[in-house]
């Protein structure tokens, strides 16, 4: 990834904070609960690695599964919720989870 590349990923997310030393590079989404928790955490990125990566590789790694689909599993076959209507999401909500005996 070039400068300029970092430069337009930065810009498009604001939430993003970039340190940079002599070795690495320090990236920081403010959105994220472990980075909020703690000033210190944040992703660290060593100048070869930094130079190999694309910006959506940089992105992925920044908000670890931040994006994560989730699904469900309803009578023997797997769906996607971000595909259910609002009323079927909000009947996944009130489900109650029982342990099988």
């Known amino acids: 990834m070039t400068q300029s590349?970092?430069?337009v990923l930065l810009e498009k997310?604001?939430?993003?904070?970039?340190?940079?030393?002599?070795?690495?590079?320090y990236f920081r989404n403010q959105v994220l609960p472990w980075?909020?928790?703690?000033?210190?955490?944040?992703?660290?990125?060593?100048?070869?690695v930094f130079e190999k990566l694309t910006p959506e590789e940089l992105l992925k790694e920044?908000?670890?599964?931040?994006?994560?689909?989730?699904?469900?599993?309803?009578?023997?076959?797997?769906t996607k919720?971000?595909?259910w209507n609002k009323g079927k999401r909000g009947e996944l909500k009130d489900r109650i989870r029982?342990?099988?005996l």
């Open 35 to 48: 980075y909020a928790k703690d000033p210190e955490n944040c992703t660290r990125v060593t100048k070869e």
């Open 98 to 100: 029982v342990d099988e």
């Open 62 to 78: 920044i908000n670890r599964g931040l994006e994560v689909e989730q699904i469900t599993r309803i009578t023997g076959y797997f």
């Open 13 to 25: 997310n604001k939430n993003i904070d970039c340190r940079i030393d002599g070795e690495f590079t």
């Open 5 to 7: 590349e970092l430069n």
């Open 81 to 83: 919720v971000s595909q």
